[in-house]
Every structure is written in C-alpha cells, then in structure tokens.
C-alpha cells in the first residue's frame, strides 16, 4: 500500500465540546499524520459547494445549517492509504452502527452531528483537499 492522502474535517459538534485534540489524537494513534490544518468557520456557500453531491437528499438543507453553526478543522492527513485507514478510524456514519473505539462511536452525538468527515476515495480527496488548501499549506 502506499503513502496517500485524505482531507479530514472536525465538526461543529465536536469543536464546541472542544474535542480537537481528541479527535486529532484518535487519528495520530492509527497512524496518520497532520501534514495541513486549519480552524475556519465555513460559509453557506462553501458548505453547500462541499456537500454538492448530496443536494437532492433530504437532510441537504439540514447539514448545510449544521456544518456553518460553529468553527471547524480542515486537516489533511497522510498515511498508508490514507482514505480507507481513515475511515476506519471514524467509524460509520450512524453513530450508534460504528464499531467501538472508532471517533463517531465514541464521540458522535447523531447521525448528522456525527464528528468527522472524511473522504471517500483517492478522487474525491484529491478534489477536497484542493477545495481548502494551496499546494504550499501542506507540508508533509
Ligand atoms: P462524511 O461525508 O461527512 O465523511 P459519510 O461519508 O459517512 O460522512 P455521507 O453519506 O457522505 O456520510 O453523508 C454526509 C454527511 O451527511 C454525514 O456525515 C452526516 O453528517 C450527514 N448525513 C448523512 N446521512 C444523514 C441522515 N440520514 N440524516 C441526517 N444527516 C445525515
Ligand atoms: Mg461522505
């Protein structure tokens, strides 16, 4: 496998229960690395743009007023397929069907407030790590 990236964001939910080290501490001890990070409180416009895919779903409207209600943290993250491994780590979407140990099964409040984001494929995480940072903020 080799060494790859992916773009995490901590949620609103968990910067208000100051949990941004916790959360970043969960992803240093499964072995990814913090090459960029950034606290930013998102835009309506950056967060409808971000979750572009699921605007037909009915809880768009309701994750867009979630993601903009507080700061969060873009990280990217390095590791051995990094996409995957992260994913891992955070758990399923539903908090209450994630594995224990995982971030969203430890620390998740709901389904929507559920902690972390992370991306699901190569592509995609090529496409949201573009989406926050410049080449040069990322310094691996
Ligand atoms: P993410 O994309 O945030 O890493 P995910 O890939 O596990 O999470 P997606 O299906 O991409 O889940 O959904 C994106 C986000 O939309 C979820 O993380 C969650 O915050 C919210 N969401 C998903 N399904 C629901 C739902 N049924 N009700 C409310 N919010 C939801
Ligand atoms: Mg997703």
Redesign the pocket.
């Known amino acids: 496998m080799a060494i790859t990236r992916t773009l995490s964001i901590i949620k609103p939910d968990a910067t208000r229960r100051n949990l941004t080290g916790r959360v970043t501490s969960m992803l240093e001890e499964a072995g990814l690395r913090v090459v960029a990070s950034k606290r930013i409180r998102l835009t309506q416009e950056q967060a409808e743009a971000f979750?572009d895919v699921?605007r037909e779903r009915p809880?768009f409207r309701?994750?867009v007023a979630f993601m903009t209600s507080g700061p969060v943290v873009v990280q990217v993250l390095e590791g051995e397929d990094a996409v995957a491994l992260n994913r891992r780590v955070?758990g399923a979407?539903d908090p209450a069907k994630a594995e224990p140990g995982t971030i969203r099964r430890e620390l998740a409040e709901s389904?929507?407030a559920?902690s972390?984001?992370?991306s699901?494929s190569d592509e995609n995480a090529a496409r949201e790590i573009a989406f926050f940072f410049r080449p040069e903020e990322i310094v691996g």
Do not use: S
Request: charged fraction near 20%; glycine fraction near 8%; hydrophobic fraction near 35%.
């Open positions: 979750y699921h809880f309701d994750l955070m979407t389904i929507e559920n972390v984001h992370g699901d």
